[in-house]
């Protein structure tokens, strides 16, 4: 029969005493295992630490119970809910925390395994016995820890710099951590050698044999030189020279001497070397150097000979004065010119001069000539006469009253004080004619420019039919005009009739004429058919009577009126005034003498004679 052992064992394990050591548990089983159920007894010295007993993930779906059922002798219970099994291995499945106390007697010693229930899939014990025993065993640690820094052994390092210790480790043939003290410091800031030293101590209680770490704190670095000024510095060839100088700086000594070599001579040109050099208290050395280059950048100085600018006549000559230059440096320059003038051009011309001195500094400088026209044209006039058109209105051109004007250069411009001219300007008027030519130059002539108006007035007449009141009526300008017009205004209007009886029942014949402002007369004929017929409104305004007359100011009217128009004629026909009214007019503001007043209501009309005293 074929045999399948499932048993439990304790691993083998080699423990120190007043410590605590995790023994491992190990499940041995060539079946399926869904619960375990076991006893277990502990030597005497050996605590368990029921509190803190682990569960490895081999019982990650299982729950474990651990009690104590008398004096070193402990129960546990492993069971599932949740139908999972614990395959088939030689597997740690609790690591079981013991303190060993210091009486307990170096050596081996057994964890006694025993009641041991291994539950098969089918609720079945298939424990069987075991084939393994492990064995604990209590041993004496006498072994110091071993030091092992960290880093380089000796350190160097710069003064003023700093400094972090690298430290170092301990290893312990049992112990897991072991901590190292260190003491010793180093001034980073002081010149010298420094001693850290390592120990370490197990918790047995071995010491490390001590570890020591030299830290050289040295000064390397070369004092650091500053010039005082530029570098290079340029100055001009004949000027004076001061050297600015340099300082030093150490990253230890306070205070470091600059000491200098070189010279520059200003009156050569040439670059010029200065050498600064210092050296600390470690002998460190450094140097630098400053460059001083004698230059000349001064260009020559070119002074023109004679005015500049220098204006001539059209047509005349040209003689250029020329030019000098002097250098800083150089006894001798040559002045070169360049450009040219066309005396008989008009226009701006440049010479230009130029030096350059044996460094190649060039200077330059022009002179101006203007080729300049200062004559005045010859400007020559004439007179005209105008008429304005039926606007009233009238333009004239430069040309028009220009006779002949010229100049040498030719003229670019005729311009004239007055070229627009109305009813206003009628006569004579002086207008002035200004010639410019190309240069500028002007000159002036007055011309006449006679202004008249020549247009008669445009009279329009109007026929109309008027109705005789107690055999007699009477017609104004307005009644007969139908828009007449002039373009320099109307002085006076009249007509040739205003007073009709029945001798006159039918077409009349009557003759307006129109007078303008300037003399001008034109005139036409209306035709005025006289009527004999009376209506309703007619005789209403028959019976218009007005009162007092003559008067000096209010006149009344008679008659019953809701609201009459009137309008105020001279005997000339000219209209005076004009209003609305129900039984007053104010005749105050009007001359003394004679006046025709027309009264309408509706399309009907009556006129009344008026005396004004």
């Known amino acids: 029969m ?32 869904r619960a375990i159920q076991f006893d277990i007894n502990i030597p005497a010295g050996f605590d368990l630490d029921l509190d803190n007993i682990i569960s490895t993930s081999v019982l990650d779906d299982f729950s474990v119970s651990a009690s104590s059922i008398s004096n070193n002798n402990y129960r546990f219970v492993i069971y599932t809910v949740s139908n999972s099994s614990i395959n088939l291995s030689d597997q740690t499945i609790l690591n079981l925390p013991v303190y060993v106390q210091s009486s307990v007697a170096l050596g081996s010693h057994t964890f006694e395994i025993s009641n041991v229930v291994l539950s098969s899939e089918t ?97 390397t670095t070369a004092p650091v030189i500053t010039l005082a000024g530029d570098n290079p510095i340029t100055i001009e060839v004949g000027s004076s020279f001061t050297d600015p100088g340099a300082t030093a700086t150490d990253n230890y000594d306070s205070s470091v001497t600059v000491t200098t070599t070189g010279s520059v001579d200003v009156n050569t040109l040439g670059s010029y070397t200065i050498t600064y050099s210092a050296t600390d208290s470690s002998s460190n050395t450094a140097s630098t150097t400053r460059t001083v280059n004698v230059v000349d950048t001064t260009a020559p100085v070119i002074t ?39 005396v008989n051009t008009l226009g701006s011309y440049t010479i230009t001069y130029s030096a350059t001195d044996s460094s190649g500094n060039t200077a330059t400088t022009t002179r101006t000539v203007n080729v300049v026209d200062t004559t005045v044209p010859t400007v020559i006039c004439q007179n005209i006469y105008i008429e304005l058109d039926d606007l009233g209105l ?46 500028g130059n002007s000159a002036q002539c007055t011309a006449v420019v006679t202004v008249a108006d020549a247009m008669d007035p445009i009279v329009i007449c109007n026929d109309i039919t008027i109705t005789l009141e107690n055999m007699l009526a009477e017609i104004v300008i307005d009644d007969i005009d139908n828009g007449s017009s002039d373009n320099c205004g109307i002085s006076n209007m009249e007509i040739s009739q205003t007073q009709f009886t029945d001798e006159h029942i039918g077409d009349n014949v009557v003759t307006l004429t129109v007078t303008d402002n300037n003399g001008n007369t034109s ?25 007092p007359n003559p008067s000096e100011d209010i006149i009344n ?5 809701s609201e009459l128009s009137f309008t105020i004629y001279d005997l000339l026909g000219k209209k005076i005034d004009q209003g609305k009214t129900i039984n007053t007019i104010n005749i105050s503001s009007l001359n003394n003498g004679v006046y025709l007043i027309e009264f309408s209501t509706g399309n009907k009309k009556t006129l009344r004679k008026i005396i004004k005293k």
Do not use: M
Request: contains cysteine; glycine residues 8%.
């Open 394 to 439: 009238a333009t004239i051109l430069a040309e028009d009253i220009d006779n002949g004007s010229n100049d040498i250069y030719g003229i670019s411009e005729l311009l004239i004080s007055v070229s627009s001219f109305d009813c206003s300007n009628i006569g004579d008027n002086d207008v002035v004619l200004t010639a410019i030519d190309s240069s």
């Open 123 to 219: 609720n079945q014990n298939i424990t069987s016995e075991a084939l393994l025993v492990g064995t604990i065993t209590v041993i004496a640690d006498t072994t110091a820890p071993v030091i092992t820094l960290i880093g380089d052994n000796p350190i160097t390092i710069e003064v003023g710099s700093s400094f972090t210790d690298p430290g170092a480790t301990a290893t312990d043939n049992y112990d897991t951590t072991v901590t190292v003290t260190t003491t010793g410091s180093v001034d980073v800031n002081t010149l010298g050698s420094y001693t850290l030293t390592y120990s370490a101590t197990d918790s047995s209680g071995n010491t490390a044999t001590t570890v020591t770490r030299t830290v050289n704190v040295v000064d």
């Open 557 to 561: 009217i008679s008659g019953n009126f």
């Open 304 to 342: 023109l000979a004679g005015d500049n600018p220098i204006t001539i006549e059209g047509g005349g000559s040209f003689t250029d004065p020329g030019a000098t230059a002097t250098d800083n440096y150089d006894t001798t320059v040559t002045v070169t010119t360049t450009g040219s003038v066309d």
């Open 523 to 547: 005139s036409c004929d209306a035709i005025v058919t006289v009527d004999a017929g009376l209506g309703v409104e007619e005789v209403s305004l028959k019976s218009l009577n007005i009162y």
């Open 2 to 33: 074929f045999f399948s052992p499932n048993y439990l064992r304790i691993i083998d394990k080699t423990v120190l005493r007043e410590q605590t050591s995790n023994i491992s548990l190990n499940l041995v089983n060539n079946d399926l295992i």
